[in-house]
């Protein structure tokens, strides 16, 4: 619950947005960005559903690589 | 660019080391990565990185799950909704009672695991005439997305149950106590990002310690690795940002404003632990409408045998405090596995026991 994903955004309504990481999409708040509006095509880091702060792409990508190992850990756990 | 894993490794062992170094990290996201990576391994043998405080399903107070089973089991017309770990957590009874929320389920109760608070705003716009009781454990990283969520005016059938713990109030315990168990600190990336790094200046200019900020990729932890060691090697500590593209000075100024608008900081409990100052979050006078502690009895059943303790035998509370190893628990791989968890940290992805159950460590140690 407390892993931080980052995730690039493809749609914006209002204050939610359609976000993609290695091709699984999810609604994630923008609720939080308020002080920093976020457009379709950057990356922000996501926690419990909620963007909590904007990433580069390079960023997105180098803390993707982990997570793909994690992830395959949790489907095997 | 910077430096890669390799080359942060060799200026880790090009310096003059002491003959011992305790480098304590307090996020579970850390203790992965650092596990997964297989970091321990590579860094020279007078180096331990020690896992602490960084799993809130870990000290979430035992009366709290029982007092959140209780509302499911007593009324089922409640829906209780918690993040998956919080359903496995078992409070202290005997084995063939109900012990856990998911077995509060199986009993009769409407409990439901959610990912994100907008899960739960959901369920309880689905179930209008129902009462959806939100049971949010959590570090800042998680307690900001409740404040958020609140903020933004749920429907009134939503309470939340909060349970919000604040991490570095936890490590300034841990540093004012006479054992002090480590000598640098690697502090929680994104708990920074959202409360701003300037947080955990006070390890270094109240203690002394040597610390950075460090994100979840291995050549993050090694930075902030080798960062601490050399503050430690040359005797300048500064608060080093290892994460600075994330975690930016300040924090989320908008998470921090809705954590202040709907939540009052508060003396709370650490289960196992006791009472840390300032360590937790309750929420606000104006949302009493919401507060399940206010609407629901207290059916926390303080005076149960063990009620608010660990489990019998598990060594969770030394395992959080970084006083001991996961595996020097006494009957970690014996009684308690990720199948038959005992204590809380064998149950959440977040717990040291599980990271490094899953990671292939398979021996006890003496402590
Ligand atoms: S091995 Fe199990 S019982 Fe021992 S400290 Fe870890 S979670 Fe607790």
């Not at chain 2, 430096?3 to 060799?10: N, V």
């Not at chain 2, 993040?83 to 009769?108: H, I, W, Y």
């Not at chain 2, 409407?110 to 716009?125: F, G, H, L, M, Q």
């Not at chain 2, 090697?233 to 975690?247: I, M, S, T």
Request: some cysteine; glycine content about 8%; proline content about 7%.
């Amino acid at each position: 619950m407390c892993l931080g994903i980052p995730m690039q955004v493809v749609a914006v309504d209002g204050f939610m947005a359609r976000c993609e990481a290695k091709g699984v999409e999810r609604d994630v708040s923008l609720f939080m960005m308020q002080d920093e509006p976020v457009a379709v095509g950057e990356y922000v880091m996501v926690h419990v559903g909620y963007a909590i702060q904007k990433m580069t792409e390079q960023e997105a990508r180098s803390a993707w690589e982990i997570y793909d190992e994690m992830l395959g850990d949790v489907a095997e756990a | 660019m910077s430096a890669t894993a390799r080359q942060w490794l060799e200026r880790i062992r090009a310096l003059p080391l002491p003959d011992r170094v305790r480098i304590m990290n307090v996020c579970g996201g850390h203790e992965r990565s650092i596990s997964m990576a297989g970091l321990r391994g590579t860094l020279p043998p007078q180096v331990e990185l020690i896992p602490g405080p960084g799993c809130p399903v870990c000290v979430c107070p035992e009366e709290d799950v029982y007092h959140a089973m209780q509302i499911a089991l007593q009324d089922p017309e409640v829906i209780v909704v918690s993040f998956g770990d919080m359903l496995r957590v078992p409070v202290n009874l005997p084995l063939k009672e109900t012990r856990s929320l998911e077995q509060a389920k199986a009993a009769g109760g409407d409990v439901r695991p959610v990912a994100s608070p907008t899960e739960a705003v959901e369920i309880a716009r689905a179930n209008p005439g129902r009462r959806v009781v939100f049971f949010a454990a959590g570090f800042e990283t998680t307690t900001a997305p409740v404040a958020a969520m609140l903020a933004g005016d749920p429907p009134e059938n939503l309470l939340v149950l909060l349970a919000g713990r604040r991490t570095w109030p936890a490590v300034a315990m841990l540093l004012e106590s006479e054992d002090r168990s480590f000598d640098a600190l690697i502090a929680p990336g994104h708990v920074a990002t959202v409360m701003g790094p300037e947080e955990w200046d006070f390890v270094v200019e109240q203690h002394r310690l040597p610390a950075a900020v460090a994100g979840f990729h291995p050549e993050s932890l090694l930075a902030a690795t080798y960062s601490v060691l050399r503050q430690l090697v040359e005797g300048k500590c500064f608060l080093d940002n290892c994460y600075p593209e994330v975690a930016r000075p300040g924090g989320n100024a908008t998470a921090r404003r809705f954590l202040d608008e709907t939540m009052d900081v508060i003396d709370a409990g650490w289960r196992g632990i006791g009472t840390i100052p300032a360590s937790g979050y309750g929420l606000r006078e104006h949302l009493a409408a919401r507060d399940a502690r206010r609407h629901f009895p207290d059916y926390g059943a303080h005076d149960r045998k063990r009620a608010g303790l660990m489990p019998k035998g598990c060594d969770c509370a030394r395992v959080v405090l970084g006083k001991i190893y996961p595996n020097q628990c006494r009957i970690y791989g014996s009684a308690c596995t990720p199948r038959t968890p005992v204590g809380p940290c064998m149950v959440s992805d977040e717990g040291a026991c599980r990271i490094w159950w899953s990671n292939g460590i398979r021996t006890r140690e003496v402590a």
